[in-house]
């Protein structure tokens, strides 16, 4: 199974900027869509941001602007740029894998990385 290994999380003041970075191990990677998740206290699990195998983005509405998610298929990693970050983005932010559908390949999650924006 893939592993995935999220990086960049911290402390931050609003306005402030931060880069998440995930790295992925195995095969898949490049032929699979990648996304970044969040959870914040007693909230569910949502899409923070979405990249395709062939490169195309998609963000939810609050962060569209604001953040920018990229790929580096030789590097087997995934970037979330965040920036002009406000409290309500505070979280555990999750890296995720989805392999193409009918592949012989699993999803996978990391362990999240804390990010808290301060006011």
């Known amino acids: 199974q893939v592993q995935l290994v999220e990086s960049g999380g911290g402390l931050v003041q609003t306005g402030g900027s931060l880069r998440l970075s995930c790295a992925a191990s195995g095969s898949s990677f490049s032929i699979s869509a990648m996304g970044w998740y969040r959870q914040a206290p007693g909230k569910q699990r949502e899409l923070v941001a979405l990249?395709?195998?062939?490169?195309?983005?998609n963000y939810v509405d609050s962060v569209k602007g604001r953040f920018v998610i990229s790929r580096d298929n030789a590097k087997n990693t995934v970037v979330l740029q965040m920036n002009s970050l406000k409290p309500e983005d505070t979280g555990v932010y999750y890296c995720m894998l989805d392999p193409p559908p009918g592949s012989d390949y699993e999803g996978s999650w990391g362990q999240g990385t804390q990010v808290t924006v301060s006011s």
């Open positions: 990249i395709t195998s062939g490169g195309t983005t």
